[in-house]
């Protein structure tokens, strides 16, 4: 536009709004440059610069315009220069104003070219602003600055640096809004495009979301402080709020920056109002939006938690706008008002001397968190956990709120979220450490406490009101009462009627009662007037009703008939105890009505609410530990690591049941997780590790207590757990040297402990031996002469422990892999087997239960250290046996022994006690097993040894032979030589192994060894139950049965019927117990041999004795872990295990499906086969409990393709279905797997399969609730419709069955069913379907059952056998290999099949994963 004419600088919507003419004054551009000629009009404006100052840009607009609509294509060093020279424009424009501005001189004319050049130079300035970073956020992405270059290379180029540039920038537009330039636009308010023009580009600046940066600060600080001055001087705010929510709304990594802003406006600047404005904005947002905008919410909520933490009291005043989004579907939204409610509660709502409004809204604030303690959504509930925690750990929670908080983080430990879980652990343990009540919260210690307190406050009570009785009674109040209110009764009725005083007035209540409690009040507070005429209007409007029915004989006396009532109101003790009195003062002559309680009763009833709570604390503490003791062993990491420190926490506060927890966090030292064992390592070195006390000697105390109460009554798996812990602790020198001699002391009786203590203390020391042998071994002598001395009789635990300890030495001195040492044995003089030969054979003939285990350990020790040690259990044996002898030579005294069996020596009065016959079994069976153990492992050892030995000594020879010799021989014969030598070392592995079984079979039970000698006491007690009665000795000669029958193939052959004969028929469930564990190891030593007995090993499962089932379940879960016992149909037994009435045998089971989950398809391979015999209604289980078994199996069914074959086989199933019974458990199956959309074609392909079986109603429903489930996970159209395709399927056959009356049912069960209808009395069991009858039933023909079971027939000659007309097949439902024939699924063995070696085999499951 000329120069010459007036006109005006309009700032532009758009870049291109200044290409088009808008009026006649407004400034156009006239030609957009050429992008050649930038770099010489920008040297020619540089010069009239110089001249006419920031003036200049008046005509020279056009060239910067030309420059920032070339701006990408420009060189880098025309646009450095063009901003370098604008931030020099702006510098001179803004310390030129500074002056001009505060001249009252300025012309018009003047004023309008400031005001053109201001617009002008900041708008240049700040697009120059954006198209800089704009192009930075380009190119960081690359590597590169703004002008192109490499960040490596840039220090060798100019210099420039936008980002270094950006902060000055910022700046110099701070220092000019810091000007009044409401007199450029002749005193009125700044136009908002123009503040909005230089605010744009700090917006612009903070999108970027490397702002955030350390690096960064001062450049937000910067852009903070040009916001602020346009908020303060330039009435910026409602663009800001507008802006800024836009911003939250985009970019998810400024809400951190704005909410710093914020609080800097606020707090700085006086800009509280601006937080109103934002949280009103935030408020006033739709929750549906909120729900669909995941980016966007996630700012908005960033930002009010970071802005709560900063400012918490100028947010408290308008959180009010908020409150509607706690009832919004967005969790997350959620989530940030509840942590802003918490930081108020923190920051603000704290102490206790809020007031009353203060205490109000903080009472909202809690109310509000507990209530989301319950939310729909577990990452809410988990984040309210974790804000109570930390008001909890700050003390900030009020007392009266403990209890209801501890019980809904109790409540929480059984969600289902893992993360709620989690924190719920968290805030238990944080009331702990927080509590007010004391350090120790033992129930029984304050439950004693409270009592004596309660009582006490009682007695203080009833003396109370005794002396308070004695000093006035109602009656005597009312007396008292009487004169002035018979005066202001005569006064009320002398009035007139119209002369009444209307404005004290008084209104009935809406009940009697509460007129009369309304009355009553205002007697107490002598208003007598008010009192009386309520009484007239009530007397009126209740008219017959109590308490307003007046006793007095003159109805017509009004004045007598109100006294009566009001006498009747306050002194009736009825209507006292009805009536709450309220507090009140007087200060009137009447007797004092109400009197303050004594100091000394408030302090007692504030001690016993004290005690009241601390006690309710440690109940609810103590059903937490329960619950978080079985958390134990989930499948998260995080949960058990967090129960684990929960016990922690909890044993330090001496609750006693903690120290269960502490045990059974034992049991995860062994847990595949590197985490947990480190954290249950780190639990056992918090508590015991770092005992108080002064001294060594008093912490080393303070250890061994601790750990010797840990062992008291602890099961055998703990104690092996507990070694563990310690072994590794004594590995790391963590165990000090005085804890060590401590133990020396108690055992050697050095000081005074108990006899509990003294074998605590060895017990201690085995398990420190595992660690450290030399612990031991230095002090054997000691051991032997201490504990195997004279008193072993009076002690056998005492003993047997040390048989343990001492056996530490042996496992120690194991060869190390690569050398070749003898191992660790003791000679036969040693002192050590002489003590436990006369200890056995001492406690021989005493009648002591615990002899036997003594002996067992004794003996074990023996084979375990000793050389030669056949030959001194020989000697022990043969002593025992000569002590029998010699007691039953002796004539049967006058009183028999009770339990005494009879002689084998007939017609004479002769008896042996049962205790010595059970004793003498009991040693024969240990021997006979120790022995085996012996041969197999270090007979066997020693002989590979040796043979090793003399190996390497030939090879040594060899090699110095051939080096004398010439070495003429060729590769070939030397490579002959060393395969020669290999053969030769297999062969003689085979040759050993070989020796080993022959001993075994022929000579350790041959006639002229001493074990055979008692071979047939034991089979006549075995053959003789009603003969030998005693439950003792019938377990002992069970157990001695079965070990003898581990010595030899050829004795456990002929034995075997014996012993499954006695496993099934025995009456004792000791007897039952014994064998079944005798049977698991004889099925690992000798499979074949039990393999045909398998079915009778699954049939203790359902033994009426839970003992015997969780021993049989334990057997079983080794073999078939192991793949020692076929896993077919028949693990259906173990599938029963799940609905045990016994929680520990439903946990083995859990244990033993879970395990078997890990071993590929093990479990999708037998579920049909589960399915099938479980829910056979032959099998007696319930529908119920075959639910409650499916829904467990069904959880270990992960794999997508497993779940399509499933559907596909449990579809199949339907045909071969009998019963409704099995309908409706088909289809319930179908109902837990997580079917998808081919699951879906798989149901479709095999409609016809169960579309008959849809008209029954629980099978129709199945089968909708699986739909629906499908229909909640899928999102395609096409997979909708499919299912609204099947769900019209199912519809259509459920109708048609419905609509089927009882006469077309059965034709329509011949014709139009595929299920084949069976006749009765055609039914047989097909081979494969191995369907057990129940327990009852299979023992009432016992006798034939237990037939040694014979050889197969062979196809040849069964072929030859007669030949039956070909029936009719029966449907069977047992498993997928319907096609299997009896000869593949038969349990017994042919001769030709039967293993000629009977060593132990590996084997590999029947089954193979699919």
């Known amino acids: 536009m000329p120069p010459s004419l007036p006109w005006e600088f309009h700032l532009p919507l758009s870049p291109a709004d200044l290409l088009r003419s808008g009026g006649p004054a407004q400034y156009v551009v006239q030609e957009v440059l050429p992008r050649a000629q930038l770099a010489g009009q920008l040297a020619e404006f540089r010069v009239v610069f110089r001249a006419q100052g920031p003036l200049a840009m008046l005509q020279h607009f056009d060239t910067f315009y030309s420059l920032l609509h070339h701006f990408r294509s420009v060189d880098a060093a025309v646009k450095e220069d063009a901003l370098e020279l604008m931030v020099k424009v702006v510098s001179r424009h803004s310390s030129d104003l500074s002056s001009i501005l505060d001249t009252h001189d300025l012309s018009p004319s003047d004023r309008t070219a400031h005001l053109n050049a201001l617009k002008m130079n900041c708008y240049v300035l700040t697009h120059l602003a954006e198209a800089f970073e704009t192009d930075s956020c380009k190119s960081g992405v690359a590597g590169l600055d703004p002008n192109g270059k490499s960040k490596k290379n840039r220090a060798r180029g100019s210099g420039f640096c936008w980002e270094e540039e950006r902060q000055p920038l910022i700046q110099l537009l701070t220092q000019l809004l810091q000007l009044d330039l409401r007199r450029l636009w002749c005193g009125l308010v700044v136009e908002e495009e123009f503040i909005s023009l230089v605010t744009g580009s700090c917006y612009r600046i903070l999108e970027k979301p490397s702002i955030s940066h350390q690096k960064h600060r001062a450049t937000r600080e910067a852009v903070m402080h040009v916001i602020a001055m346009a908020l303060t001087h330039y009435d910026h705010m409602l663009s800001a709020t507008l802006k800024i929510s836009q911003m939250l709304q985009h970019f998810e990594h400024v809400a951190p920056v704005f909410a ?277 209007k009530a007397s009126c409007h209740f008219q017959g009703m109590e308490p307003f029915i007046s006793s007095s004989e003159l109805e017509g006396d009004k004045e007598t008939m109100i006294l009566d009532i009001l006498r009747t109101l306050y002194t009736d003790s009825h209507l006292e105890n009805n009536i709450q009195p309220p507090l009140h003062s007087s200060g009137h002559e009447v007797p004092v009505i109400e009197e303050q309680p004594p100091p000394e009763l408030v302090k007692q009833e504030m001690l016993v609410q004290y005690l009241r709570d601390a006690y309710s604390f440690s109940m609810k503490i103590t059903e937490a530990l329960s619950v978080v003791s079985r958390m134990m062993y989930e499948s998260s990491v995080s949960v058990v690591q967090e129960a684990i420190e929960f016990f922690v926490t909890v044993s330090q506060f001496g609750v006693p049941q903690a120290l269960c927890g502490v045990r059974r966090m034992l049991p995860l030292v062994w847990s595949k997780e590197p985490g947990i064992r480190e954290t249950v390592l780190s639990a056992y070195r918090r508590l015991y590790l770092s005992p108080g006390g002064d001294s060594e000697r008093a912490r080393a105390q303070c250890l061994v207590q601790s750990l010797s109460l840990l062992m008291v009554d602890a099961s055998l798996g703990t104690i092996q757990c507990l070694e563990e812990i310690i072994s590794e602790f004594v590995q790391k020198d963590e165990i000090k040297p005085p804890v060590v001699h401590l133990l020396w002391e108690q055992f050697t009786e050095k000081s005074q402990c108990s006899s509990l203590e003294r074998r605590a203390a060895v017990m201690l020391l085995g398990m420190m031996a595992r660690g450290k042998p030399e612990i031991v071994g230095s002090n054997l002598d000691v051991l032997v002469m201490t504990g195997l001395d004279e008193k072993v009789i009076e002690d056998y635990h005492l003993a047997q422990e040390v048989c343990r300890t001492i056996s530490k030495l042996a496992r120690s001195n194991k060869p190390a892999e690569g050398k070749n040492h003898a191992p660790f044995r003791l000679p036969q003089t040693h002192l050590l087997f002489g003590r436990l030969s006369e200890a056995v054979t001492t406690g021989f003939a005493q009648p002591s239960a615990l002899w036997i285990p003594f002996m067992e350990s004794a003996v074990t020790l023996i084979y375990q250290l000793a050389e030669g040690p056949e030959e001194i259990c020989a000697q022990i044996l043969q002593c025992c046996s000569q002590q029998a002898l010699e007691r039953l030579q002796e004539p049967q005294g006058v009183k028999a022994e009770p339990g005494a069996s009879p002689s084998s020596v007939a017609g004479e009065a002769y008896a042996l006690p049962t205790f010595l016959l059970t004793h003498l079994l009991s040693l024969v069976g240990h021997v006979a097993l120790q022995q085996v153990v012996h041969l197999e492992r270090a007979v066997s050892a020693e002989l590979r040894r040796r043979r090793v030995l003399g190996e390497e000594q030939e090879a040594k020879k060899h090699v110095a032979n051939s080096t004398k010799e010439q070495s003429t021989k060729s590769i070939e014969n030397e490579t002959t030589m060393e395969e020669d030598l290999g053969l030769v070392g297999a062969s003689a592995d085979d040759t050993e192994a070989e020796l080993i079984r022959n001993i075994c079979e022929t000579e350790l039970l041959d006639g002229k060894q001493l074990l055979s000698a008692f071979i047939p006491l034991v089979l006549k007690i075995c053959n003789n139950p009603g ?94 872990l192991k793949d020692m016992v076929k896993v077919k149909g028949q693990v259906s037994e173990m599938a029963a295990l799940l609905i045990d009435p016994d929680k520990e045998i439903v946990s083995l089971a859990r244990n033993f499906f879970s395990e078997l989950s890990n071993k590929g398809n093990a479990i999708y391979n037998l579920l049909p086969d589960i399915i099938s015999r479980l829910s056979d209604p032959d099998c007696g289980v319930e529908e119920e409990s075959f639910r409650t078994i499916m829904r467990q199996l069904f959880s270990y069914i992960t794999k997508d393709k497993q779940t399509e074959s499933l559907v596909e086989k449990l579809c199949q199933r339907f045909r071969t279905a009998r019963t409704e019974r099995q309908y409706r458990d088909l289809s319930h199956c179908l109902t837990l797997l997580p079917v998808s ?174």
């Open 260 to 536: 710093a802003a914020v609080s800097l406006w606020a707090t700085e600047h006086g800009m509280k109002s601006m937080v109103g404005e934002l949280l009103r904005e935030i408020g006033q947002k739709c929750p549906q939006d909120l729900t669909r905008d995941a980016s966007g919410v996630k700012g908005y909520a960033a930002f009010l938690t970071e802005l709560a933490e900063q400012i918490p009291a100028i947010m408290l005043s308008n959180m009010s706008v908020l409150l509607h989004h706690l009832d919004g579907e967005s969790y997350v939204m959620r989530n940030a008002i509840l942590t802003a409610m918490a930081e108020m509660l923190l920051q603000v709502l704290n102490g206790d001397q809020l007031e009353e409004a203060a205490r109000g809204t903080r009472d909202q604030f809690l109310d509000t968190l507990q209530a989301h303690v319950c939310d729909i959504n577990g990452f809410v509930r988990s984040r309210v956990l974790q804000l109570f925690t930390r008001i909890v750990q700050q003390k900030a929670l009020p007392l009266t709120r403990f209890q209801a908080v501890v019980s809904l983080a109790v409540s929480r430990l059984q969600d289902k979220s893992v993360t709620v879980i989690k924190n719920a652990i968290q805030l238990l343990a944080a009331f702990l450490l927080n509590n007010p009540f004391s350090c120790k919260l033992s129930c029984t210690d304050l439950a004693e406490p409270l009592k004596k307190e309660l009582q006490k406050l009682q007695e203080m009570r009833d003396k109370c009101r005794a002396t308070t009785a004695v000093l006035i009674t109602p009656e005597e109040e009312w007396e008292a009462m009487q004169p002035e209110l018979k005066t202001t009764m005569h006064q009320l009725l002398a009035m007139d009627e119209g002369e009444e005083e209307e404005e004290e007035a008084v209104e009935v209540e809406e009940t009697a009662l509460s007129t009369a409690e309304r009355i009553l009040q205002l007697l107490r507070k002598l208003n007598y007037k008010d009192a009386i005429r309520l009484t007239q």
């Open 1027 to 1120: 003969l030998y009665n005693d439950p003792a000795l019938s377990a002992a000669a069970a157990l001695a049965l079965g070990k003898l029958c581990m010595v030899s193939t050829e004795f456990c052959d002929s034995h075997l019927r014996l012993l499954f004969t006695m496993l099934e028929k025995s009456t004792l469930p000791g007897v039952r117990s014994n064998l079944m564990i005798a049977a698991g190891d004889l099925a690992i030593r000798f499979p074949n041999l039990v393999e045909p007995w398998t079915p009778h090993l699954y049939a203790r499962l359902r033994d009426p004795c839970q003992g015997v089932r969780q021993t049989a379940g334990l057997v079983m879960t080794h073999l078939i």
């Open 1237 to 1410: 959309e081919r699951g879906l074609r798989k149901m479709q392909d095999n409609f016809d399969c169960f579309a008959d079986k849809l008209q029954d109603l629980a099978v129709y429903n199945c089968f909708l609730a699986t739909l629906s489930r499908l229909r909640r996970s899928v999102t395609k159209p096409e997979s909708k419709a499919l299912i609204e395709e099947m769900e019209q399927k199912l519809h259509a056959c459920h109708n048609c069955g419905m609509d089927s009356t009882e006469v077309l049912r059965e034709p329509q069960c011949q014709e139009g069913s595929k299920t084949p209808v069976q006749k009765p009395g055609k039914k047989r069991q097909v081979a494969g379907s191995c369907r057990r009858r129940p327990l009852g039933i299979a023992n009432r023909d016992a006798d034939d059952s237990f037939i040694t079971p014979q050889p197969r027939v062979s196809r040849h000659c069964r072929g030859a056998a007669k030949r039956h007309p070909p029936r009719r097949p029966t449907i069977t439902f047992s498993s997928d290999e319907e096609n299997s024939s009896e000869d593949e699924l038969s349990a017994e063995l042919t001769e030709d099949e039967t293993p000629s070696k009977t060593t132990p085999i590996s084997r590999a499951s029947a089954r193979r994963a699919v």
